[in-house]
């Protein structure tokens, strides 16, 4: 007869599996730390870059991380990051997909070919990233804090603080991160120049006091947008303003009804709409702007009614963006 | 409670009144002010204003459909109580609701449906479906239909229904966006071209759901005795489930699933007019449109200007009355 | 020679089927090898040979990179997750006996994703960032389970003491509002936060790691062991309040340790690894097909199968869509839905 009994026989396997488990997962601390150190061996036998092989440390939302030499293969985790780092004349590795377009947004396609999906901003492809062994990762604190310690097991990695609408917060960080500080500067002053010229020439065709309404309509909502986005960011940089109910410092008005479609009003609209891949958002679009209650509006019975990329004004959020956006505000507004 | 026949149609004839009094303020009530002159002119004489724009193509879509689906979802309530003997019976509790919603994601993310015919025979499908996957179920075992395991199996079915369609939502992110508006559960918003595209469904159900009553009434003393007198009961069970599937699908076409309705709603009318299915049924069929109405014009006001969703009104009506029930006791 | 081996262990008898003994062997070697197996699949390959040697120290910087960082943390999340989940089913299955009780149905999970859902939108300031760090959701999740639990048993409390018909019907009726106020709480919170709040609801193994694991391993286990002192009183409760009094059982007690244990089971699980579904149900009917209804075998059946179920939908969500991932939560209702329906026409029959 057997004296045993299923129940010991199950704990005692489980607790061996855990204790192999365990094992490993003590194993590889030693074995990241080795990982880095054959980094800097590579670095070293590269002789590629020897001006730049000094390290420099970044601080971020996550603590210092020092990166040894100029870093050559970086995988970007957000989609505003990865725009930065094409406005720096950086091509990534490896970047998450855009939230629109297959798998990049059109206005960046031509530039990421050859770049690898890693995932979605908060659905990583961990084991991909590792794959593409690269020597900088730049994150985002809010989007991916948990996978923190397994991005740091790979390569170096650095935290951005927040994801908002004012871009610039977080490119600062990056073109500090890719130890390229004074040509992140030199593309944050040309928009800034950009932003004042846009902003006399307005004047000076008497239009700065133009309020510019805000729309964007989504296969399950319809917001107006406020000032604390990226596109209300821009319009305030600008200095044009906004209608009454829009100059309110927060995101936007969420789940608008029909009945508050005053609130859309203003000197000019600019609409966009959330349209992934199909023809969805298109439909709650056609059903609004063809609304007699649309047509009734002061902006659009003036015909000062505007399309725009939401991808542009909204999705995409980055450095190159920001400079379309102004695009399409100097030529809507300033065309007559 | 309401016991003279008389009492009983005066009863009848008060709700009918309250209903229209509340369709009334439902188009009167709201963000945009209107008043009953404007109303009155939208149809005399349409001046195109944003008022009578707002009246003609948000207020009155808006208070018909929650009047329509109130009814349908409190009639469905009231045959599945009764059919299954069992006080918690409801579209929604019974996963019906869920059903109806998966079959419409289903065949919108795989077949491509965006008509709304097509919206309309999807979601009777489901409806169909897990009616009978919930009543096979129900009754598996030796002690046959207890209400306690066809609470369970529909809990278990809705479950099941939900997270399938949430399974392929996250794989299709375009059949996502387009279907939240269905899932939501709304009667804002609402073209009343969907409510026109249903209601012939709708009609069927009211007026079949009006001439069962008496049937109901036998099936209601029991199985045995309802053979016993003549009745053949699967025709009236087959009935029944017709038109709960043809009013409870027809609401998620429409509004998408809106909980709770069609579980309070019928208690409420018991305490009007007791058992007799002939009374239950209209009544359950004003009392629901009141309740609705009532929630759908409660919803502009609680976080104005922005709304709330209905279907969170009629949980926040309806869990602590379902608690109430359940409490009580039913029987096993 | 008996069918049964038995046991005793203090006041505690267990009596084994030789037949179920089998059975847990089988599915332990089952579980070794879906291990193995699922360590190896991925974005990059690894043969057995190489996975074994990584986790012992001696493969390759990548591979045990991979094997013991990556992939061991969630699979391990994956098996004690999933066996959570299934005993907490087949605990609540016994108390309300009826095989379709889950800690889903009643409404735990439900309540784990309002104060999750909470957390996210409440701890969110002004510019988006999370306030406190992001390790707590876990605990804000288990006190959502925590807190519906305690709920659900005191309004099902009666004179009478609690009966499991009302335990149900309460569980599904507050879960439905708490559901609605999730959803409302998504809708009007901060935007950022919805998509996070999406993959916990669908339930998500891809951000494990090694200290959750370290927290969730002795949360479980030590669930585990503390049932082992109650599967008797378990298979009183499946008698029903009569005969069990009369077998001297203190029902009304045992019941609610019971519901405590099922609630702290699939409320750990949850927290780590989101809101996953229908293992809770599935599982415990699984392992009765295979054992029978008798705990000392139903519960460490229903174990590994739940953890298997876990384990095998983790692996097609993190390989199907390559190079995206995916939540595992979606696969473990499409394994399940084909042989729940199998099952139930089965029983009809």
Known sequence: MFKTNAWKLALLLLALVFALAACGGSDDTDENASDQTDGDQNEEQGEESDEESESYTVEHAMGETTIEGQPERIVVLTNHGTEALLSMGITPVGAVQSWTGDPWYDHISDQMEGVEVVGLEHQLNLEKIAELEPDLILANKMRQEEQADKLKAIAPTVFEETLRGDWKINYELIAEAVNMEEKGQEVLDDYQKRVEDLSTKLEEAGKLDTKVSMVRFMPSDVRIYHKDSFSGIILDEIGLARPESQDVDDFAAKGVTKERINEMDGDVIFYFTYDPEGEDGQAVEDEWINDPLWKNLSAVQEGNVYEVSDTIWNTAGGVKAANLMLDDLEEKLLSE | ?332 | MSKYFNLRLGKTQLLINKKSFTVILTLLLLTVAMVITSLGFGQMKVNPVEVVKAIFGYGTDMNQLVVNHFRMPRILLAILAGAGLAMSGAILQGIIRNPLASPDIIGITAGAALTTVGFLAVFSDRSNALSVSIQWLPLASLVGAVLMGVFVYLLATTRNGVQPIKLVLIGVGLSAAVQAVTTMVMTFGPIYTAAKANIWLTGSLNATNWTEIGIITPWILGLVVLIFFYTSQLNMQELGDDLATNAGARVQRDRLVLLILATALAGGSVAFAGGIGFVGLMAPHIARRLVGSVYGALLPVSALIGGLIVLLADLIARTAFDPLVVPAGVFTSLIGAPYFIYLLFKTRK
Not at chain 2, 79 to 104: D, E, H, R, Y
């Open chain 2, 1 to 332: 409670m309401l016991t003279k026949t008389s009492t009983r149609v005066f009863g009848l004839f008060i709700g009918l009144i309250l209903v229209s009094l509340l369709v009334w303020a439902s188009i009167v009530l709201g963000l945009t002010k209107i008043t009953t002159q404007m109303v009155i002119d939208s149809f005399t004489d349409f001046d195109q204003s944003n008022e009578h724009y707002i009246i003609q193509d948000a207020r009155i879509p808006r208070a018909l459909i929650a009047a329509a689906v109130g009814s349908s979802l409190a009639i469905a309530g009231a045959i599945m109580q009764g059919l299954t003997k069992n006080p918690l019976a409801s579209p929604s509790i019974f996963g019906v609701n869920a059903g109806a919603s998966f079959f419409v994601v289903l065949g919108v993310s795989f077949f491509g449906v965006t008509s709304i015919t097509g919206f309309t025979w999807l979601a009777f499908a489901g409806a169909a479906i897990a009616a009978v996957v919930v009543y096979m179920l129900g009754s598996v075992g030796t002690d046959g239909l207890t209400p306690v395991k066809l609470t369970l199996a529909g809990a278990a079915i809705a479950a099941l229904f939900s997270s399938m369609t949430q399974g392929i939502l996250t794989l299709d992110e375009r059949a996502l966006d387009q279907v939240l508006f269905w899932l939501a559960g709304a009667v804002q918003g609402r073209d009343l071209e969907l409510l026109n595209g249903v209601l012939p469904y709708f009609i069927v159900g009211w007026v079949v759901s009006l001439f069962i009553g008496k049937k109901m009434n036998v099936l209601t003393m029991g199985e045995d005795v309802a053979v016993g007198l003549g009745q053949k009961t699967w025709l009236v069970k087959v009935i029944g489930a017709v038109v709960i599937v043809l009013l409870a699908g027809g609401s998620v076409a429409i509004a998408g699933p809106i909980g709770f309705v069609g579980l309070i709603i019928p208690h409420v009318a018991r305490w009007f007019v007791g058992y007799d299915y002939r009374w239950l049924i209209p009544y359950s069929a004003l009392l629901g449109a009141i309740l609705l109405i009532s929630a759908d014009i409660g919803a502009r006001y609680i976080i104005m200007p922005a709304e709330v969703p209905i279907g969170v009104m009629t949980a926040f009506i309806g869990a602590p009355f379902f608690i109430y029930i359940a409490r009580r006791g039913i029987n096993e």
